[in-house]
Every structure is written in C-alpha cells, then in structure tokens.
C-alpha cells in the first residue's frame, strides 16, 4: 500500500525560512513522480511543481518557479518544499501526492503552513 | 501553457438529481484528463481518470465523458455526501487543476 506521510504543522513568521517533508513507503519511491500542491484557505488546488526522485529532475508551475524549491533524498524516499523567505501569502495547506501517470491516486494527509507575524 | 476552465463554480441540487459539470483545456489533451473530489480539510480524492475510467471503489452513480478539449462530470443521483468541490485535472508537462465546483444540497 502506498502511503505519504507528511511533517506537521508549522507556525512561522514572515522571512523565516522553512522546509516540509514528505516520506513515502509502500512503493518503489525512484519510480513514481512526487509533487506538491497548496491550497490557500478557502480557495482551490494548485499544482506547485513535481520531481522525479530517479534523476531530481524537478518542473516548477509558472507561478511558483523561483518561490520555492522541491527536492527529494531518495536514500530516505522523502521528498522537501522549502521556502528561503515565507510571506504571510503562503500560509496554506500543503498536499504532497504521487503518481506513475496521470491520475493521481495517493495523496499525503496535508501540511498547514501559517506565516504570520 | 494549456489553461482548464471549469462550469458552473459552484450548483445546488437536490438528493437524487442529475449534476453535470463541464471542464474546458485551452487545447487538446486527447482523453488525459482526471477527475476528484476533495470534502474540507482532507486530500482530493480520485474519481474518473482518462477522462471516463471509474476508479475502483468508486461508486457507479459518478461518470465521466469527452476527449479533445471538453470533457463532462455527471453524478447520476446526487447523494448527501456527495457533497464536496469537484476538480478536474490535465497532464501536460505538469499537472494542472480546474478551479472546482462546488456541489451543495438543495
């Protein structure tokens, strides 16, 4: 059974950095791509960016290319969403999901951010 | 960049309804086009991949149908718990949502 299981809840100020995690098991982790989607609140999903822990090739959306980084450690299956900088606009929730194709069937439990001062 | 449209945002139905939901690409996406179900506070939930495949466990009163660029969500009869936002969701060279309905009870 594929699982992701995300770090938990982060309460951080503005300009602090910050890094959440995502581990899988059940599944060969090099094999499947690994992304990141946030959700601000009350608004929709929004596909951040995904890697592919084989070779770190990693594909930002427009919107977040140079706003975060995405890597992954696959000595440990985890993958990473770092921020050099919060702003009070990236407090969200958090979904790390995987795939081997397009429809995404696992999902971790989500991460919420809150960035405030 | 391919962009997804998604009508209406938002519908109020009665229990046992027929709801449909459209879903537009900005250019063909032949049938690479998945749907979910997201309910507060928890992960979206597939539903329909290649655009009318049910996923397994899936109850059969969800469908999907298009290819090309506009695709159709149907829930047949509509249930209480079928409350939620629904999303549709292409693959190009990276994922991309809709921007959701969200489905009421009337």
């Known amino acids: 059974e594929v699982q992701l299981v995300q770090s938990g809840a982060e309460v951080k100020k503005p300009g602090e950095s910050l890094k959440i995690s995502c581990k899988g098991s059940?599944?060969?982790?090099?094999?499947?791509?690994i992304g990141w989607v946030r959700q601000m609140p009350g608004k929709g999903l929004e596909w951040m960016g995904i890697?592919?822990?084989?070779?770190?090739?990693?594909r930002y959306s427009p919107s977040f290319q140079g706003q975060v980084t995405i890597s992954a450690d696959k000595s440990i299956s985890t993958a990473y969403l770092q921020w050099s900088s919060l702003k009070a606009s990236d407090t969200a929730m958090y979904f790390c999901?995987?795939?081997?194709?397009?429809?995404?069937?696992?999902w971790g439990q989500g991460t919420l951010v809150t960035v405030s001062s | 960049d391919i962009q997804m449209t998604q009508s209406p945002s938002s519908l109020s139905a009665s229990v046992g309804d027929r709801v449909t939901i459209t879903c537009q690409a900005s250019?063909?996406?032949?049938?690479?086009l998945s749907w979910y179900q997201q309910k507060p506070g928890k992960a979206p939930k597939l539903l329909i991949y290649d655009a009318s495949n049910l996923e397994t466990g899936v109850p059969s009163r969800f469908s999907g149908s298009g290819s090309g660029t506009d695709f159709t969500f149907t829930i047949s009869s509509l249930q209480p718990e079928d409350v939620a936002t629904y999303y549709c969701?292409?693959?190009?060279?990276?994922?991309?949502f809709g921007p959701g309905t969200k489905v009421d009870i009337k």
């Open positions: 250019q063909d996406i032949n049938n690479f």
């Open positions: 059940g599944y060969s982790f090099t094999s499947y791509w």
């Open positions: 999901a995987t795939s081997s194709s397009i429809a995404v069937r696992d």
């Open positions: 890697i592919y822990p084989g070779d770190s090739e990693t």
């Open positions: 969701q292409q693959y190009d060279n990276l994922p991309l």
